[in-house]
C-alpha cells in the first residue's frame, strides 16, 4: 500500500507517518528528514539547500524529485511507501504521477490533514522546544506556513479530484485522527 500524507507544515504529518510506518511495515518517505539528514551530513547537496531549509524556503525541485525518484525505483520500497511531506508542488505531483507510472504503482490512499493556522503555532511552539529544529521559531513558520499557502495548496486542488482522497479534520488530538485513519485504510 502507497499513501500520501497531505497538509500544512505541523499538520501532523510525520506523527501519523511514523505510526503507519510500524502498522503496515512501510517505508516512511519524509523530505524534509531526508534533507535535514544531508544537512548534518554536511553533503554537497546539504550545502546547497542549508540556507533556504532555515529561511523556510522550498528546496528545489529539481533536488527534492531526483531524492525521490531513488526511492521509487528501489524494490525493497516498492508499494510501501507512505508520503510525508512530499509532494509539495504541481511540479512535485506531476513527477511522482509519472514515476508511479514508469514502476507500476498507484497511490491507494491521500489523505489530507486539514488544521486550523492557530492550532499549529502552538504546536509549532512545543515541537521547537522537543525537537530543536531551526525552522520552528515563529518567524520561519509564517513563512512556511505562508509558502504551503501560495505552492502546496495548489497541489490539493489537484488532489481532492483523486477519488483516494480522504480529508481529515486535524485539529483534534494525535490518537483521534490515527483512528480516524484507520478507519479508512481498514487493515
Ligand atoms: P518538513 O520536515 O516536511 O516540514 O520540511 C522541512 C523543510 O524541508 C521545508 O520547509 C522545506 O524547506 C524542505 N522541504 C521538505 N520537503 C520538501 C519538498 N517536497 N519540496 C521542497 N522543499 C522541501
Known sequence: MNLILFGPPGAGKGTQAKYLVKKLDNFQV??????????????????????????GKFVSDHIVNTLIEEILNDPEKKNKLIFDGYPRSLTQAKNLEKLLEKTHQTIDFIFFLNVDKNVIVKRIENRKILEKRSDDDLKTFLKRYDT????????????????NFYEIDGNSEINEITTKIDNFINV
Open 30 to 55: 519524509s523530505t524534509g528528514e531526508i534533507l535535514r539528514n544531508e544537512i548534518q551530513k554536511n553533503s554537497e547537496i546539504g550545502k546547497k539547500i542549508v540556507d533556504d531549509m532555515n529561511d
Open 148 to 163: 504551503y499557502m501560495a505552492t502546496t495548496k495548489p497541489v490539493l486542488d489537484f488532489y481532492s479530484k483523486n477519488p
